[in-house]
């Protein structure tokens, strides 16, 4: 079976961490590299809109399938774009967070789990290791 990893990326700068991984992570597996940034609706400041682009840049560069989309919310943009292009594995960052903050990002991820049973998540801390 062809892997596919899937990538989620956001403005964040650190995407390109993300993508980097992703990207090592197909050609170890000799698989397909999809990176998909799924529009919410929220209106980017000019900082934010160069990020994006820029990481989309980058997965371009690095032959990824880059594929744009909307929703309303984001774990369940996620299931959508992993069930139509079929991928096997996806990669999800999260920022280091302290307190109440980490349970509504956890309880979306079990949500992803529960629901996605056959796809591996790989959730990576996007903030450098000291």
Not at 29 to 51: A, N, P, R
Not at 73 to 91: A, D, K, M
């Amino acid at each position: 079976m062809l892997e596919r990893i899937g990538v989620c990326i956001n403005a964040n700068p650190a995407g390109q961490y993300l993508i980097a991984g992703g990207s090592g992570l197909a050609q170890a597996m000799g698989g397909e590299l999809y990176v998909f940034y799924i529009d919410l609706g929220k209106k980017l400041d000019l900082d934010e809109w160069k990020s994006l682009t820029a990481n989309l840049q980058f997965a371009e560069s690095l032959s990824a399938h880059v594929v744009r989309a909307s929703g309303i919310r984001l774990i369940e943009g996620i299931r959508e774009f992993t069930r139509e292009h079929h991928i096997t594995q996806v990669i999800v960052g999260r920022s280091v967070r302290a307190g109440w903050q980490w349970f509504p990002y956890l309880s979306s991820i079990h949500g992803l789990l529960r629901d996605s049973p056959t796809l591996d998540v790989h959730i990576v801390t996007q903030e450098p290791h000291s």
